[in-house]
């Protein structure tokens, strides 16, 4: 039997913890791998998690008891954790879900078996939000590497040294049928909470709120929209914020200063994203940078057109037929394709057809999970 010990930095409504649950499903359905989460923090789907297998939360916010007196508190709580993890299955392949996800190996005992890292960052990702130390231990413990683009394989040969030939791409899933799911009702409810008529165009996103989401640009965007083609009447909605977070409060006060207030809003993270991408008419990507964000294929399975920067790896998706991909950072240039297709039922209608067919036959869990579980299941044979 294949043993898998699966690291996950939460289990939240983030793209890397919903893209382990739709391949957890998949690996219960289909095989008998037997499977196990270590994750560092909770989060709105361990329940989703824990019908599917164990789950072990190894830091908050489950916290670690200690005794009184432990000094350093810190390397008190970390020994803890590594008894408690000392029964981790010898030989066991570890798949590192996220580079973040790879401080996690410092717990595990030295029975554990290959390492394969499961990288869903670009540059920021690796550069700025992972701590020197843990970078160092991905490179260091890491014995196969999977990225979630092109894009992230070439960052990965390209700034760290990574042979090409030593990376196998394996982009993101999503359960394709769960768009067509999604009740008119329920999109016309989310379109008229923010107050607008049935054919009042709605270009949307859906992402948390940081610097490498842009949602300066998204604003930015907006504002240009409604200055140079006032005739289009768009809204746009950014859902995914936490409400009172500096970022959310920055984005407000832009959208003020630009007169956009009343265009631009705010959804704070929502449990029915499939139907808030079928509520848009259009989907932008204004990101700095992403690797390959799940909610552009969840808008593309929607048949939603997807406009995003020649940055990242979206742009090996949507090509010039299921969207539009443009200069970054060229905020005007992206304002008149927007602008263009919110005046263009059609033309959005036919990228929209195109992308819905794209997703369900590349990205389609029953097409994506059996790729990776053949590369996993090799992996961890070879290992033992």
């Not at 739709?22 to 791998?33: E, G, K």
């Not at 200069?327 to 992206?334: K, N, R, S, T, W």
């Amino acid at each position: 039997m294949t043993e898998l010990v699966f690291l996950g930095h939460a289990v939240d409504r983030s793209g890397p913890p919903v893209y382990l649950l739709h391949l957890l499903r998949w690996l219960a359905a289909n095989t008998d791998a037997s499977t196990e989460v270590l994750a560092l923090e909770g989060g709105a789907l361990l329940a989703d998690y824990e019908a599917l297998t164990d789950v072990r939360v190894i830091g908050e916010p489950w916290p670690v008891r200690v005794p009184r007196g432990s000094r350093p508190l810190t390397s008190a709580r970390d020994a803890a954790r590594r008894v408690r993890l000392r029964d981790v299955p010898s030989g066991a392949l570890v798949h590192v879900n996220t580079a973040w996800s790879v401080r996690g190996l410092q717990y595990l005992p030295e029975h554990a078996g290959p390492v394969v890292a499961h990288v869903h960052e670009l540059e920021v990702g690796l550069d700025l939000h992972l701590p020197a130390q843990h970078r160092h231990l991905l490179f260091q413990r890491t014995d196969r590497w999977v990225a979630a683009s092109h894009a992230v394989a070439r960052n990965l040969t390209d700034r760290w040294n990574v042979p090409a030939a030593d990376i196998h791409v394996h982009h993101e899933m999503i359960d394709t049928g769960a768009a067509a799911d999604i009740e008119e009702r329920d999109v016309a409810r989310l379109r008229s909470s923010l107050g607008l008529e049935p054919d009042t165009p709605l270009v949307g996103t859906a992402a948390v709120v940081n610097w490498r989401k842009a949602p300066d640009l998204f604003v930015e965007l907006a504002a240009r929209v409604t200055r140079t083609r006032p005739e289009v009447d768009a809204h746009f909605a950014w859902v995914g914020i936490e409400p009172g977070s500096p970022e959310v409060l920055a984005m407000r006060r832009d959208a003020r200063r630009a007169g956009v207030a009343d265009r631009v809003h705010l959804v704070p993270a929502s449990s029915e994203p499939l139907s808030w991408m079928a509520a848009f008419d259009l989907f932008v990507l204004t990101a700095r940078e992403d690797a390959y964000p799940l909610a552009c294929l969840e808008a593309a399975a929607a048949a939603r057109p997807v406009i995003c920067f020649e940055a990242g790896g979206m742009p090996e998706f949507v090509g010039d037929d299921a969207g539009a991909v443009v200069d970054f950072p060229d905020v005007a240039g992206m304002a008149e394709v927007v602008a263009d297709l919110c005046g263009s039922p059609e033309r959005r209608a036919a990228l929209g057809d195109v992308g819905r067919r794209r997703v369900i036959e590349r990205h389609d869990i029953a097409v994506a999970a059996p790729r990776i579980w053949t590369d996993l299941h090799a992996w961890a044979e070879a290992g033992r």
